[in-house]
Nanobody
Framework: QLQLVESGGGLVQSGGSLRLSCAAS????????IGWFRQAPGKEREGISC????????YYADSVKGRFTISRDNAKNMVYLQMNSLKPEDTAVYYC??????????????????WGQGTQVTVSS
């Protein structure tokens, strides 16, 4: 069973930074594209960033472009999301998930699986 575990969330003031980590348990990540998604109370899940498996090409939602950076370290079997210049509207539960399917949608997570349990990010104003 493929399992992902997120960590690194917390409470931070507006303008601050956090680095989220996504770790794989029992398998290697290097054959999968990985996405970071978030869901705030009362809102739909939002895809915020994805990184491909082969050439590590990246995608960012407009809402985080220029502030967030996704990266992967296949040797450590980890994917990271560096979040800078955080805003109160970034408050949400953040999830990582994986896919090896072409046509998976980073915008809404369709085609992604092995969702982690999530890590809470709270940005105070």
């Amino acid at each position: 069973q493929l399992q992902l575990v997120e960590s690194g969330g917390g409470l931070v003031q507006s303008g601050g930074s956090l680095r989220l980590s996504c770790a794989a348990s029992g398998f290697t990540l290097d054959g999968y594209a990985i996405g970071w998604f978030r869901q705030a109370p009362g809102k739909e899940r939002e895809g915020i960033s994805c990184i491909s498996s082969k050439n590590a090409s990246t995608y960012y939602a407009d809402s985080v472009k220029g502030r967030f950076t996704i990266s992967r370290d296949n040797a450590k079997n980890m994917v990271y999301l560096q979040m800078n210049s955080l805003k109160p509207e970034d408050t949400a539960v953040y999830y990582c998930a994986l896919t090896d399917l072409g046509g998976s949608n980073c915008n809404d997570g369709r085609g992604f699986g092995s969702w982690g349990q999530g890590t809470q990010v709270t940005v105070s104003s």
